[in-house]
């Protein structure tokens, strides 16, 4: 059907959001990963996740066209411009001075991977340490870590992401076994049994969910870059 999962070809633009990647794979977006517009991510992100254009989506789509000098499209790999969006101590990415922030790395993933140990679930506070102990590792092997309230911020982000939309945006419970797919394949686990959320995921719920993990988070900026920038340009 036009929602299948598709593995990606050599020439489609794939980027370091798995979210936007899993839209892609799935034809959400175009599967070529090109010519994505405003419109067209907040429709994708809906019709896909149930996730409502919320300020907050219209920002970070608005921050995509900064990566590029294309006037109103990006394709997934721009998003790769460190600095607008991408940042350090990605859950699933290595950092930029480290090499690649583009691709999945299975390495860095142990740390969410493992998260949570004796049960099925990663939540709240799982995400709120994983977030803690990659900043962790990223402070030893890293003397360019780039760690200012802005990265958090995004950071916090993304992991309300993966917790409501493989999970339940209420309780911020999600299987282990989707999340780890959603990560490892970029593929929405619809044969393991998820669903697209019953509830859609709005401005209230999604906040209540940031909320929280802020909330059980242990986060101090560090490293020399003090004051939150952002790149405005390619
Ligand atoms: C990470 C862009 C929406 C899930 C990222 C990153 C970018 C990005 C540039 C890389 C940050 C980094 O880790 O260095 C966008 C844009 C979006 C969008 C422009 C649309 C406005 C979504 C949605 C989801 C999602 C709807 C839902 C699942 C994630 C996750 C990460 C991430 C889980 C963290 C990956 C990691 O830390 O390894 N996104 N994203 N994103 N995105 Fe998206
Ligand atoms: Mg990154």
Redesign the pocket.
């Known amino acids: 059907s036009a929602h299948q999962w598709q593995a990606p070809s050599p020439t489609d633009s794939r ?6 990647n ?2 892609a794979n799935h034809g959400f977006l175009p599967r070529n990963g090109s010519n994505i517009t405003i419109p067209v ?2 429709k994708a ?1 809906n019709d896909g ?1 149930n ?1 409502q254009p919320i300020n907050l ?5 608005k ?2 066209l900064l ?1 590029t000098d294309a006037e109103d499209s ?1 394709t997934l790999n721009n ?2 411009l460190h600095g ?10 290595n950092d930029y001075a480290l090499g690649d ?1 583009v691709h ?1 790395n299975e390495t ?2 142990t740390t969410l991977a493992n998260s949570n140990p004796g049960v099925d679930y990663y939540n709240i506070t799982s995400a709120a340490q994983v977030m803690a102990q990659r900043l962790a590792e990223d402070k030893i092997v890293n003397p360019t870590l780039i760690n200012t309230v802005k990265e958090f911020t ?2 916090i982000v ?2 309300g ?2 917790l ?3 999970g339940n945006v209420t309780t911020g419970v999600a299987p282990k076994n989707f999340v780890q797919i ?2 490892r394949e970029e593929r929405l686990p619809l044969a393991e049994g998820w669903e697209r959320s019953e509830v859609p995921i709005g401005e209230d719920n999604f906040d209540t969910l940031l909320s929280g993990i802020t909330n059980v988070s242990t986060w101090a900026p560090s490293g020399e870059v003090v004051c939150p920038w952002i790149r405005l340009q390619p």
Do not use: Q
């Not at 607008?84 to 990415?93: I, V």
């Open positions: 980027g370091p959001c798995p979210g936007l899993t839209l991510v907040l992100i996740f996730f989506l219209r920002i970070g789509a921050l995509g990566t990006f998003l790769a607008t969006l991408e940042h350090d101590a990605s859950l699933s990415r922030n999945f860095v993933f995004v950071r993304e992991s992401f993966y409501s939309v493989m959603f990560f």
